[in-house]
């Protein structure tokens, strides 16, 4: 006998699904509010948790616009990391959030899902029905999307099943997902077609909002649809704002000696641009009058270290903590060893098994690292077979170092003990040609550190390397622990010829100019001339900024700017009159260089700084030989024998490209170079 029973009434369907999503919303927001309530601004200070948005500070926030083909662009500043969502000219359902190691990706998603829990008026997500968001360091072997939300997000709520999720994401009108740290995902090099994969080539959730947080771009990722977004770290600015909201409140006193501690350490001053280092220091220099005087990277993170287990020390005074193993602390080198093999493998390893790394190290080492908090553990997917279901998929533990900072640290230790072993030149090569620079920066510097006769030999091969002698600067100060003399002698040979600032230079390059020019202004070295080749962002009285998000803040020593933007730009008067307000500022500044720009016809003379007319500072046009008229705004021909002078004495050419009025220019000139016989 067949029965045909009713169907349930649409009315109770409904009712059961909108539970069902209600069941998956509070799971969520019950989930996110443990992440985003966790947060550490003194790392070792485990008790001392805050809520994200207590210490949530707005770093740079660029994205990036296209101009005609993709590689034609450029990176605009923008007020807040809310605009990532909201501004017309990078809306789209794709986007990449790209930034270094401890420039607060993580960080803001959580501040994003803050947001979305509390219903933050101001928040882009407001009215957003369903957040996901995933640490992609856990989901290896994971290649449902579905099964990756029950197992890390929803594994408290048993009413909620795989499938019920699916449903629910496909009937919502707005869903964000936020996949956080894809350069610490371990299936990022498979091509297995899983559904992270998927996402991020806009194969699967096409019409759903979705964003990917990274160090490095993806290898394939949907070109065409995806915007890229970068923080580029805490400017001046951010830094008082965080120093208020986190740590002094309405206490100057407190603001200006944190800041002040900046300002005399210009080695920590950059060293600071990383919101991860500048929070630290921030709370550490509050507390502690010493870090104050720190005067290297490689000093800051072993105090760092120190006060870990220090605090691990003392709260084993009480019985019933375990006791602090102080030969633990000295002796390292295992862990050193695990640490360089991971970060000098092709594809970097940044975490271990908890059970195969207790063994490597011995269980009561290991045991030590979780308690003093250097090393931290995460519940990862335990998957072998992809058709597991997800109420059936295990997990197992993992352990990784508190951030990748301290991987580099501990791995110096390693890399120290090889190139000592090095008998030569082309040994320390072997070695070091397996180890990138520009991505392991900081294993670079702490090396020298470390150990300064090592060190030399570090350098040596990095001044080997194209463009390294900047950044061995940087190497020759963790080595020395202060700027000698020896330094000084440095950097006034690289500031005594052209000191060019490329678009090409990757940031880790830009950076290290960026900080030789400062230690030049510091110590009252001449910096002769300052040439930015496709570089120049904006100015103000303040900063020049560059394309790269990096800014030049006022250098006192500096004595000629020369700018050359990207072919097709053209500079505004705002541009030009922002590298005047600069110039003004810059008291040593003498000569301001446009080379193959665009210009704009005048200058509205009212803008131009009165106390740069009655200077002698001048400012040139390499492509038609004029001048700019200070007192009228408007360029003139260059007349005298010193203005002729000075634009013969560079390399004067006509170009194909050139308009008929710059070639006219340009011969009129040469014609008054050569009736005057100068040359």
């Known amino acids: 006998m067949i029965c045909n029973f009713p169907s349930p009434p649409l009315s109770r369907v409904l009712y059961f699904f909108t ?56 990176w605009v500043r923008v007020n807040s990391y809310r605009d990532i969502f909201t501004d017309s000219r990078i809306k789209s359902t794709r986007r990449i959030i790209e930034a270094e190691a401890g420039y607060g990706k993580s960080t803001v998603t959580l501040q994003l899902a803050y947001d979305w829990c509390n219903g933050v008026e101001s928040s882009p997500l407001k009215d957003v029905e369903i957040l996901i968001l995933l640490r992609l360091r856990q989901l290896g072997n994971v290649k449902s999307i579905y099964k990756a939300i029950k ?54 959730f096409e019409d759903l909002d ?51 501690a900046l300002k005399d350490n210009p080695i920590l001053d950059d060293l600071c641009q990383v919101p991860i280092f500048f929070v630290t220091f921030a709370h550490m220099t509050h507390e502690k009058e010493y870090f104050k005087t720190l005067k290297s990277v490689t000093e800051f993170f072993r105090h760092m270290i120190q006060c870990f287990h220090n605090h691990m020390r003392k709260k084993s005074l009480d019985k019933n903590t375990k006791k602090h193993i102080s030969e633990y602390e000295i002796e390292h080198t295992e862990l050193s060893n695990v640490a360089f093999e991971g970060l000098s493998n092709e594809n970097q390893q940044l975490s271990w098994g908890r059970e195969e790394l207790g063994e490597r190290l011995g269980q009561g080492f290991y045991d030590h690292y979780i308690l003093v908090g250097i090393l931290v553990e995460e519940e990862v997917a335990d998957v072998t077979n992809e058709m597991t279901a997800a109420k059936h998929i295990q997990t197992k533990t993992e352990a990784r170092f508190y951030h990748k900072l301290f991987c580099e640290y501990y791995a110096s230790f390693a890399l120290v003990n090889k190139v000592a072993a090095a008998r030569n030149a082309n040994k320390v090569k072997k070695i070091l040609d397996k180890i990138d620079p520009f991505d392991l920066q900081y294993l670079y510097r702490f090396s020298c550190g470390i150990d300064a006769k090592v060190g030399s030999k570090i350098i040596e091969y990095l001044k080997g390397r194209k463009d390294g002698d900047k950044f ?178 560079d390399i004067v050419a006509i170009a194909e490209r050139d308009s008929e009025s710059q070639q006219r220019s340009t011969i009129e000139l040469l014609e008054k170079a050569s009736s005057r016989n100068d040359r």
Not at 166 to 177: A, Q, Y
Not at 210 to 237: E, H, Q
Request: with cysteine; hydrophobic share 35%.
């Open 19 to 74: 539970d069902k999503k209600s069941l998956l919303v509070n799971a969520l927001k019950r989930r996110y509010k443990i992440q985003y309530d966790a947060i550490q601004p003194i790392p070792y200070i485990k008790e001392r948790l805050y809520c994200v948005d207590k210490v949530f500070v707005e770093g740079g926030t660029e994205f990036y616009i296209v101009r005609g083909t993709a590689d034609k662009g450029e």
């Open 151 to 204: 197992l890390f997000l929803l594994a408290g709520e048993p009413r909620i099943k795989s499938s019920d999720i699916k449903n629910i994401i496909e009937s919502c009108s707005s869903v964000e997902i936020l996949l956080d740290g894809y350069d610490e995902y371990p299936d990022k090099n498979k091509r297995t077609g899983n559904d992270v994969d998927r996402i991020i080539t806009n194969d699967l």
């Open 210 to 260: 979705a964003s990917l947080t990274t160090r490095y771009l993806p290898k394939d990722y949907d070109r065409y649809n995806t915007k890229r977004v970068r923080l580029v770290g805490f400017d001046k600015k951010a830094r008082d704002q965080y120093i208020r909201k986190a740590i002094a409140g309405d206490n100057e006193e407190i603001v200006e000696d944190i800041k002040r």
């Open 472 to 649: 061995a600067i940087l190497c020759i100060m963790e080595q020395a622990g202060e700027i000698d003399d020896g330094i000084k002698k440095s950097v006034r040979e690289i500031c005594s010829k052209v000191f060019y600032l490329p678009y090409d230079d990757n940031k880790l390059i830009q950076r290290s100019s960026i900080q030789l020019l400062d230690i030049a202004s510091n110590f009252d070295i001449p910096i002769d001339d300052l040439y930015m080749v496709e570089t120049f962002s904006k100015a103000d009285k303040d900063n020049i900024v560059l394309r790269s998000g990096l800014s030049l803040s006022n250098l006192s020593t500096l004595l000629k700017i020369g700018v050359k933007t990207e072919e097709g730009r053209e500079l505004t008067e705002e541009d030009v009159i922002g590298l005047l307000l600069y110039a003004e500022q810059s008291k040593g500044l003498r000569e301001l260089w446009f080379r193959n720009c665009l210009l704009p016809e005048s200058i509205h003379p009212n803008s131009i700084p009165i106390s740069l007319k009655t200077s002698k500072f001048k400012v040139f046009s390499q492509n038609d030989g004029s001048c700019l008229d200070l007192y009228s705004g408007q360029w003139i021909m260059a007349d005298d024998v010193d203005s002729i002078t000075k634009l013969c004495s």
